[in-house]
T-cell receptor
Framework: SQQGEEDPQALSIQEGENATMNCSYK?????LQWYRQNSGRGLVHLIL?????REKHSGRLRVTLDTSKKSSSLLITASRAADTASYFC????????????FGTGTRLQVTL | NAGVTQTPKFQVLKTGQSMTLQCAQD?????MSWYRQDPGMGLRLIHY???????DQGEVPNGYNVSRSTTEDFPLRLLSAAPSQTSVYFC??????????????FGPGTRLTVL
């Protein structure tokens, strides 16, 4: 069963706007990761946030984690056409350090 | 470094045929894993390995076998292909045995169709 569920399933914005994607999960976790997948390609790691962290930044990316609500959000600021991709969150159940469970993803379309 | 490589890129099988999907990495990573990606389902873990000689099952292991004789290679075997195994298969690796504490590096994928 899917541990992570992303919301929305699809998002279309114009270049320069911010994009926010959300991930909800079901059980306690050690860490949460976000990945990007361009069409027809493998996944690329974006950022990892540990369960004791609440916010993390990397360039134009901002990730938040609320363990009490079992949710995370990924914010991409000043989006570019090159950000067009699918974005997945990946979580692990506490105590299963070798297994990641991926959500179903958010398809982001950034238009000029 | 080539990173994670997968062969073949595309494959068409008939029901009942067997085949091996190849995966190799040149980053000296301990952890390797196989996922399948189906539309609307995200990625699901098939098998994983925390080091040479050690493998374990993931979420959807039925119909697949793996072995890890070297650090570099982690082949995935389909024993008797079924149409339900039509999917895109990704191999991934990471530095240490704990996949969740490190980023995973993904291969480009193998698109498999079973008729």
């Amino acid at each position: 069963s899917q541990q992570g569920e992303e919301d929305p399933q699809a998002l279309s914005i114009q270049e320069g706007e911010n994009a926010t994607m959300n991930c909800s999960y079901k059980t306690s976790i050690n860490n949460l990761q976000w990945y990007r997948q361009n069409s027809g390609r493998g996944l690329v790691h974006l950022i990892l946030i540990r369960s004791n962290e609440r916010e993390k930044h990397s360039g134009r990316l901002r990730v938040t984690l609320d363990t009490s609500k079992k949710s995370s959000s990924l914010l991409i600021t000043a989006s570019r056409a090159a950000d067009t991709a699918s974005y997945f969150c990946a979580t692990d159940r506490a105590g299963t350090a070798s297994k990641l469970t991926f959500g179903t993803g958010t398809r982001l379309q950034v238009t000029l | 470094n080539a990173g994670v490589t997968q062969t073949p890129k595309f494959q068409v099988l008939k029901t009942g045929q067997s085949m091996t999907l190849q995966c190799a990495q040149d980053m000296n990573h301990e952890y390797m894993s196989w996922y399948r990606q189906d539309p609307g389902m995200g990625l699901r873990l098939i098998h994983y390995s925390v080091g040479a000689g050690i493998t374990d099952q993931g979420e959807v292991p039925n119909g697949y076998n793996v072995s890890r004789s070297t650090t570099e290679d982690f082949p995935l075997r389909l024993l008797s292909a079924a149409p339900s195994q039509t999917s895109v298969y990704f191999c991934a690796s990471s530095y240490s045995p704990g996949a969740t504490y490190n980023e995973q590096f993904f291969g480009p994928g193998t698109r498999l169709t079973v008729l």
